[in-house]
């Protein structure tokens, strides 16, 4: 398992308004390196400082994904979810479809 793992996933609005799901510190990371230039706000740095850190050693993975939270959050991309997609759940219950 890897253990950089988010201990649950951040979802965001890209561009094409699709949700992407950041389910791990290198998707976050990814998200953030490819970033428009002209957006990038002392936020934006915070949150890479952040990832980056908490890649290359032990800062915790938790500070890591709140920087980065806050950081889609205040670039207006951060979509939060009350309900899972569907996507994310199954229909299926497991027990031959039928629910207990």
Request: proline content about 7%; aromatic content about 12%.
């Amino acid at each position: 398992m890897n253990d950089r793992m988010f201990d649950s996933p951040v979802f965001i609005k890209n561009g094409n308004n699709l949700i992407q799901e950041i389910a791990c510190l290198e998707d976050a990371l990814e998200f953030l390196y490819e970033w428009p230039k002209p957006r990038r706000t002392p936020i934006y740095h915070t949150a890479v400082r952040a990832c980056q850190h908490a890649f290359q050693s032990d800062y915790p993975l938790a500070f890591a994904k709140s920087a980065f939270e806050g950081f889609a959050r205040s670039a207006k991309v951060l979509e939060e979810l009350a309900v899972p997609p569907a996507w994310m759940t199954s229909r299926n219950s497991g027990h031959g479809g039928k629910v207990a």
